[in-house]
């Protein structure tokens, strides 16, 4: 695959940004390009994206569509995505006429898990140790190599959780191997990954314009459940020393692959003060939600700084904050006004409902900000919040069998 660089990227308001994807990320972007005065053009598979909300033009076709393509180039003046499974050969067909940030090499080594890592560790960077599965036959050798427990991930296409199983001793390794006898998608295969016994995770965003502009934002600590972040903290509650060594890495990381755009780029922080890489995505990140609350700039702002060529700028946070992830049916308490007022009572708290039509199993749906002066104090009460949405969801669907 190759790459056009586009020189020139001087975009003003009133033109075109092309995106990819018009999920919550997509549709945050698009706020924020608008409120600079530029128009977006969305390019989702799915007619009811929430990103058609906000869009000035939105396309619906399978990514891929040559005549799709060729309007969307039409329409755009320069491109991103938001979406990692974006296939990388349409962002090289994009880029053959309009500048993409990040570009279509960089998404084509990131989106697949093997070469991601393989990479990092060509470059010298600390990565769980792991084996690439191309075929089942060899998952049991390299589970034997690398130890249990470990973590299977499939190579491409997994988000939130999706993709991901753990293998916890070898009655769980045979069942996998028999499970995907018939692998969907040998082609691709597999990432094994040992597991490590991480003290916490955590995520450091990055914005780099490919000139002299790379900064990095404030460490995010995030805490998942079932593969899926529930609730992150900023800035992370790790000494100082291992903050910088942890931006320190993921700015060097980036600039090492030459990403330009915005990144995330997820780090475990071992017992003895090890970072390591986790996965780099090539897009603003959930975990920077907090962002748009307690920072100068946001993640998307950023982002649309990069791909119309405006100067990135070094992020202060004013506040620490806490994000919470609203998942699956947790949104249906936003139905009601009596469910919704306690949420709306708390006066440091912020709703961002994303509007999706189709409620789903720990589909993300929406997302709630806590700022305050006390990082402690905004921590506990991020922990509160969860709770509360814990517990009045499962209320709601008890009264709701009744
Ligand atoms: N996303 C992208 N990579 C990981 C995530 N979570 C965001 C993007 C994408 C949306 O999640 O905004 O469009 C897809 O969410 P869903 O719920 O439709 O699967």
């Not at 906000?54 to 003046?77: H, I, M, N, S, Y």
């Not at 589970?143 to 991930?153: Q, R, Y």
Request: charge should be neutral.
């Amino acid at each position: 695959m190759t790459q056009i660089v586009h020189q020139e990227r001087r975009l003003v308001p009133g033109q075109r940004i092309g995106v990819l994807g018009g999920g919550q990320l997509g549709s945050f972007f698009a706020i924020a390009a608008k409120q600079m005065g530029y128009e977006v053009a969305i390019w989702d598979t799915d007619p009811l994206a929430p990103g058609r909300l906000w869009a000035d033009q939105f396309f619906v076709a399978p990514f891929g569509d040559p005549l799709t393509c060729q309007a969307f180039v039409k329409e755009a003046r320069a491109a991103t995505y938001e979406w990692d499974n974006i296939p990388a050969s349409l962002i090289s067909a994009i880029e053959s006429k309009v500048g993409v940030y990040p570009g279509s090499l960089i998404l084509h080594l990131l989106q697949n898990r093997i070469s991601q890592k393989e990479r990092l560790v060509q470059l010298g960077f600390p990565v769980t140790p792991f084996r690439g599965i191309k075929r089942m036959s060899d998952l049991v050798p390299a589970c034997s190599d690398l130890g249990t427990p470990a973590i299977l991930k499939t190579a491409t296409s997994g988000y939130d959780g999706q993709g991901q199983w753990t293998l916890v001793n070898k009655w769980a390794i045979t069942e996998i191997v028999k499970s995907f006898e018939n692998c969907p998608d040998p082609e691709t295969g597999f990432l094994l990954e040992k597991w490590v016994p991480y003290l916490k995770e955590l995520s450091v965003l990055v914005v780099r314009d490919g000139a002299e502009g790379c900064y990095t934002y404030p460490v995010a600590e995030n805490h998942h459940e079932q593969g899926i972040l529930r609730i992150s903290f900023v800035p992370a509650q790790v000494t100082a020393s291992i903050a910088q060594r942890a931006c320190t890495l993921s700015r060097d990381v980036v600039t090492a692959l030459e990403g330009v755009g915005v990144f995330c780029v997820e780090l475990f922080l071992l017992a003895d003060g090890q970072l390591w890489i986790n996965e780099i995505a090539p897009r603003p990140h959930n975990s920077g939600h907090y962002t748009m609350d307690v920072c100068t700039v946001s993640q998307f702002e950023q982002q649309v700084r990069v791909v119309c060529g405006l100067p990135v700028v070094e992020p202060t946070l004013f506040r620490p904050a806490a994000m919470v992830n609203i998942l699956g049916d947790e949104i249906d308490l936003f139905k009601s006004p009596k469910q919704m007022h306690p949420f709306f009572a708390i006066p440091n708290l912020r709703v961002y409902h994303y509007r999706k039509q189709m409620t789903k199993r720990n589909r993300k749906m929406g997302h709630i900000t806590l700022t305050g002066l006390n990082a402690d104090d905004v921590r506990r009460e991020g922990e509160l919040v969860l709770g509360m949405l814990r517990h009045c969801s499962e209320s709601h669907r008890d009264s709701s069998l009744c």
